[in-house]
């Protein structure tokens, strides 16, 4: 018997003391400002780029000028959404066919604050996406764990 | 749901999330893991009960030994670091968004 593993959204709230268009534009347009370089799965991270328009890519772009796809942005609606593709496997590599999404919705709050609400979902698709590919499982371990150990210490 | 927040639960325990990283290193029992942390052999296997409730370590018998190992088949693990990640990247765009905000 298979037993499917669901797991819950990652879901994320955070306010910030700026408008909803600035939040928004911030979020993205200027992603390779904020993105942390140690969420790379490249190696030699120079910054973020997402694409601003429904169908954009979404990738890092390497310090030698080579880039590395992490999904595509799958809507586009400025200032209030954004729902993008995270293409990338529990092995943290691209996957052309593995489609999870991570939604960002910009919320007003009173005195010009914005609420950010981030929803990551479909993580069970990892998993079956792992079972199709179940022997770079073992492989794929070490590399999530240390991002894991890189975060919490 | 339960075992994700489960999971989130049980790594918030420092000597919890050393073991777990000890074993996505290398499978061990419960004696070589007491050998190498600070902690006694029955406090180990409490906190090796807690992970593979929370569905983040599977346990096989190898002869008389019991090996433990971060099961692979379990979400758990990446979704907590996601959820690590995520609060990480919110907090950096918070601080770059009300930087350019202010004059």
């Not at chain 2, 893991?33 to 409490?46: G, H, I, N, T």
Request: with cysteine.
């Amino acid at each position: 018997m298979t037993t499917t593993i669901k797991p819950a959204p990652v879901v994320k709230s955070i306010i910030v003391k700026v408008p909803p268009a600035r939040a928004f534009a911030v979020f993205t347009a200027d992603i390779g400002k904020w993105w942390p370089s140690t969420h790379s799965i490249g190696g030699k991270f120079k910054e973020a780029v997402l694409e601003p328009r429904a169908g954009g890519r979404w990738y890092e772009r390497e310090t030698d000028g080579s880039e590395c796809d992490w999904g595509k942005v799958i809507a586009w609606e400025p200032p209030s959404r954004v729902l993008l593709a995270w293409q990338l496997d529990h092995n943290f590599k691209y996957a052309a066919d593995l489609v999870t999404e991570v939604e960002v919705r910009f919320i007003p709050e009173s005195a010009g604050a914005t609420r950010v609400e981030l929803e990551h979902r479909n993580l069970e698709r990892l998993g079956e996406h792992a079972e199709r590919i179940s022997g770079m499982v073992s492989r794929g371990w070490p590399a999530v764990l240390e991002h894991y150990a890189a975060a919490i210490s | 749901m339960a075992n994700a927040i489960s999971a989130l639960a049980a790594l918030g325990d420092q000597t919890r999330r050393e073991i777990f990283e000890r074993l996505a290193r290398r499978p061990a029992a419960v004696g070589e893991l007491a050998r190498e942390l600070p902690v006694s052999r029955p406090a180990v296997s409490q906190h090796l009960s807690v992970l593979k409730a929370a569905g983040l370590v599977a346990v096989r018998n190898e002869g008389p030994r019991r090996i433990y190992s971060i099961d692979p088949h379990g979400l758990g693990p990446l979704r907590a670091w996601l959820d690590r990640f995520w609060t990480d990247a919110l907090e950096n765009f918070r601080a770059e968004a009300e930087r350019e905000e202010a004059p």
